[in-house]
């Protein structure tokens, strides 16, 4: 199986155009009943991260419009799309992904992109740190006791049993 989208870019954009009219055609009915759907009647609305390359935006653009000679096709940002979802113009969107975080001040429903901040630190890493703590504390319980003289008692609301990643040292 071929993936038209590589990354961030749009490999093949026959592929992916292919790829889109196939999800289209798994809908079961269209909204005057008729049993599959045409392209031309959905309203279309392409959330797109910022991350994208501005060719890739273009192509994708391009081929949407094309496609549905510009009619019901939208383009709007994660970020953007995400504050209005909460009925939120302005504001600041953290989008904490598993590898990164990336800060998004919204305007009026525009993104600043200039002002658009990604940080290398994501949820992956702040879970490490989560089990790092644990196990530190674990290992204390174990040394130390927990001041009622049974060595080695589980931390409340922590069980041993739950698989959990180890670090590798």
């Not at 309203?43 to 009619?71: A, C, E, H, I, W």
Request: charge should be negative; hydrophobic fraction near 40%; aromatic fraction near 8%.
């Amino acid at each position: 199986v071929f993936n038209p989208v590589q990354g961030n870019s749009i490999a093949s954009m026959g592929d992916f155009l292919a790829l889109l009219k196939h999800c289209i055609a798994q809908l079961p009915y269209n909204s005057n009943g008729q049993e599959h759907f045409d392209l031309m009647e959905l309203q279309v609305v392409l959330s797109y991260k910022l991350q994208y390359p501005d060719v890739t935006m273009r192509k994708l653009v391009d081929m949407l419009f094309g496609v549905m000679n510009g009619q019901n096709v939208s383009l709007i940002s994660e970020a953007a799309l995400s504050m209005s979802s909460c009925g939120v113009n302005t504001g600041l969107l953290i989008d904490i992904g598993a590898t990164c975080t990336t800060l998004s001040p919204v305007y009026e429903g525009m993104v600043l992109r200039n002002a658009v901040r990604v940080m290398e630190v994501g949820g992956d890493h702040i879970t490490e740190f989560m089990e790092i703590l644990l196990d530190y504390k674990e290992s204390k319980v174990r040394n130390e006791g927990c001041g009622s003289g049974n060595y080695g008692e589980p931390i409340a609301g922590y069980s041993s049993s739950v698989p959990r990643r180890r670090r590798e040292t």
